[in-house]
């Protein structure tokens, strides 16, 4: 769900208690989000999120993949990344002080918020049909690229994903249900030429073990591994990959919480600190202006 829906307040508490009643029905017989969790009854799924539990706790709980530079989980256990950064600041102006990083896979994030095991997602966990039906998105921070890492020197000239679809000779990594194992499905890329690996680092050694031809991941989250793994070339951006596009995540049961954040996100959008921070972190700022949840969440998969 994306908040453009969300209207009059009228409508928005219709929203809620649809949503709430939708979830709670659901959480009787699996949750209805499409997770089978059941949310701890005074949790957040169960209940809402809300401006009111925040204070009360003192922080926000964010799902995060510790990919930098989207999300960095810190030597002190701080959680920092463009999208935390953002975060952070947006709940700053609601009174909330602390953020806290919860790491876990991309998969597994949707399923965790479902079952209160934190209270937003704030990952760059990219916006598409399936993804935006059991969540609520606010304002995208986030437009990015993706990009394959390659052998140096791109020895099979690998560029597109037009390019892998028609070599049936290549096998290519991607992340466990991350949203580049979409890419391939809607790109009608076999099954049996794709290897999903649990992590990052693992694609990177599928490559360098000659397992794979390409490891597709976010072509800036590629680049900070050539940080620490050399012998890889990072190539341009694919042309014919989807729009990556991300922003905080809510349970559908916290449509008020969603609505007054993103409400500050959309002021903070327009400010300066919003451009160092994603500029700090390598994005384009501007790469956001002008593009909406909804055209986001029309990408397949
Ligand atoms: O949204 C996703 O699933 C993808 N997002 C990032 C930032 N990295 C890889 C992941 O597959």
């Not at 995060?64 to 950064?85: C, F, L, M, R, W």
């Not at 606010?138 to 690998?158: L, M, Q, R, W, Y």
């Not at 049936?168 to 949203?179: C, Q, R, S």
Request: aromatic letters at 6%; glycine letters at 10%.
């Amino acid at each position: 769900m994306r908040l453009g829906h969300i209207s009059a307040p009228g409508r928005r508490r219709s929203l809620a208690a649809g949503a709430a009643l939708l979830c709670f029905a659901g959480l009787l017989a699996g949750c209805s989000t499409g997770a089978s969790t059941t949310a701890d009854p005074t949790s957040s799924a169960a209940t809402g999120f809300t401006l009111e539990k925040a204070k009360e706790q003192g922080y926000i709980s964010i799902a995060v993949g510790n990919e930098p530079p989207y999300t960095k989980i810190e030597t002190d256990g701080s959680v920092t990344g463009a999208e935390p950064d953002v975060l952070r600041a947006v709940a700053k102006e609601l009174g909330i002080a602390e953020v806290k990083g919860v790491v876990s896979t991309y998969d597994g994030m949707i399923p965790g918020l479902a079952a209160g095991r934190w209270d937003a997602i704030a990952a760059g966990l990219f916006m598409k049909q399936s993804r935006c039906s059991q969540v609520i998105y606010t304002s995208p921070v986030i437009v990015s690229t993706e990009s394959f890492a390659v052998p140096a020197g791109n020895p099979k000239s690998i560029k597109t994903i037009a390019d892998i679809v028609t070599n049936t000779d290549l096998k290519i990594a991607v992340l466990n249900g991350g949203f580049e194992e979409g890419i391939l499905k809607t790109a009608g890329f076999p099954n049996d030429r794709k290897v999903a690996v649990k992590d990052n680092q693992s694609g990177v050694e599928a490559l360098a073990s000659n397992r794979v031809d390409a490891f597709l991941l976010p072509t800036l989250s590629l680049k900070d591994l050539q940080k620490t793994n050399g012998g890889f070339d990072v190539t341009d951006p694919i042309p014919d990959a989807p729009k990556t596009g991300s922003g905080a995540a809510f349970a559908l049961t916290s449509a008020d919480f969603a609505k007054a954040y993103n409400d500050k996100l959309e002021e903070f959008k327009k400010t300066d600190e919003f451009a160092a921070i994603l500029t700090k972190w390598g994005f384009d700022p501007e790469a956001a202006q002008g593009v909406t949840v909804d055209e986001l969440c029309q990408t397949e998969g």
